[in-house]
């Protein structure tokens, strides 16, 4: 689990401690737990393994369906879902998402049908959290050259105000208390990392996530952070306990923060070097790889085949080359009374552009169409061929080739030997 992207590990370890904390006080040896939008990767159970959890999402899918454990269902309104079902109800990352005229709807929901209480975790509105996805998003772009999905409904939804949500916890006559956490600056430095690396480089991915998740998540709380988190309970003892747990785990001072920002520096050097070395690697296998072509290229064998009357063989070739243009003029005095001619190109893959065969006798010259050549392209598109499979080749037939003289090619190779 040390590797999970560290800000789905911030809030679901955060979640493990609050569960701990709540069966501490209430003398249990699990819990049920239904997470709200869990999606498929099923964090929460990896996290709390001996919980019995269930997961409601408003879309699941195909091969979910008959899991279960996965409830399809819309939080706004749990219809199918009885009051007091579940010990312990979960939302992480998933309030802030929810439209802004069906928030107080998704709360009722979720403390109607906990027994002894709901854990909201989200980004809420500030105006530097604001700026920060806004920032986010922009740099995800443009590496990404689309918007970051989760951003982007971060700030079409509008994130939702603290100040607001606690009035309508108040108005359901609930406790709660507030815990924040995950330094804004931390959050930016180590994403905008991240994101130069998601989907190509594993190691380097995981290099930053195992090293957070080890040294940085149980300081990493400043003045202004990402995500806070909320627990709900009618329980007013139990709220009271698991408040005094959580600011005792989470005790973070000043000293502690700034050897936690020292420790960020130090993840952004390791990774900055591992990418240096990276790059010298890259640099030397292209180096490997254009030398590799480079001799290739030297290698290249085309040949036509001359068919007298007894077919095509290697009796009758004539090897050539092309020169920079990709043009070739071959003599063909030397063989008398040719019938059909076949030209390889080359000895594998290969695709080209056909700009022109032209065959020259004594008084004459005759352009050869696409339409008179036979070949076992695999497509062929105007002029363009494609030769997907070994020995590809051409054959001009069906045209008189009495007393040719000569035999112009000129092709513009787009891909070879691929």
């Known amino acids: 689990m040390h590797n999970v992207h560290f800000d789905q590990y911030q809030r679901y370890k955060t979640a493990q401690i609050l569960v701990k904390n709540m069966k501490k006080k209430l003398d249990a040896e699990k819990i049920s737990i239904l997470e709200i939008g869990a999606n498929e990767h099923r964090n929460l159970e990896k996290f709390c393994p001996i919980e019995e959890v269930r997961f409601l999402d408003i879309e699941v899918p195909d091969y979910l369906l008959s899991d279960p454990r996965y409830i399809l269902g819309d939080a706004t309104n749990l219809v199918n ?9 979960i939302a992480l990352d998933v309030y802030e998402h929810i439209p802004r005229d069906k928030r107080e709807a998704f709360i009722s929901e979720l403390v109607r049908v906990s027994k002894y209480g ?9 105006v530097a959290t604001s700026n920060l996805e806004k920032r986010g998003n922009f740099y995800y772009k443009s590496i990404h050259k689309i ?3 989760w951003l982007l409904e971060h700030i079409e939804n509008g994130l939702p105000h603290l100040d607001t949500t ?33 989907g190509i480089d594993t190691d380097c991915e995981n290099l930053i996530n195992t090293f957070y998740n080890n040294e940085i998540y149980m ?10 988190f909320i627990f709900i309970s009618s329980n007013q003892d139990l709220c009271q306990s698991v408040n005094k747990d959580m600011t005792a785990c989470f005790n973070c001072d000043k000293n502690k923060f700034d050897e936690t920002l020292r420790k960020v520096d130090r993840i952004i050097s390791l990774f900055n070097d591992l990418l240096l070395k990276k790059d010298v690697e890259k640099i030397r296998i292209q180096q490997e790889q254009i030398s590799q072509k480079e ?14 009357g007894r077919g095509f063989s290697e009796d009758e070739i004539i090897v050539f080359d092309l020169d920079e243009n990709g043009k070739v003029l071959i003599d063909l005095t030397k063989t008398p009374n040719i019938e059909r001619l076949r030209v390889d190109f080359a000895e594998s ?21 696409v339409n008179d050549c036979k070949s076992n392209a695999k497509f062929i598109y105007h002029n363009l061929f494609g030769f997907l499979d070994d020995d590809p080749y ?3 037939e069906n045209t008189d080739l009495k007393g040719i003289k000569q035999i112009l090619f000129q092709i513009e190779i787009l891909e070879e030997g691929f």
């Open 81 to 89: 879902v009885n009051d007091d079902s579940y010990d312990l109800v």
């Open 118 to 126: 709901v854990f909201i975790g989200a980004p809420f509105y500030t």
């Open 147 to 149: 918007d970051h999905r």
């Open 166 to 198: 606690l009035k309508f916890i108040e108005s359901l006559n609930q406790n709660y208390f507030v815990f924040e956490q995950g330094s804004l600056e931390i959050w930016e430095t180590i994403n905008y990392y991240l994101w130069q690396v998601e």
């Open 219 to 228: 300081n990493d709380i400043s003045s202004e952070n990402y995500r806070k």
């Open 295 to 308: 001799i290739a290229v030297t290698k290249k064998i085309r040949k036509l085949y001359l068919d007298s």
């Open 349 to 369: 893959k290969i695709v080209f552009l056909l700009n022109e065969i032209k065959l020259i006798f004594e008084e004459k010259e005759h352009v050869v169409r």
């Open 394 to 396: 051409l054959i001009i």
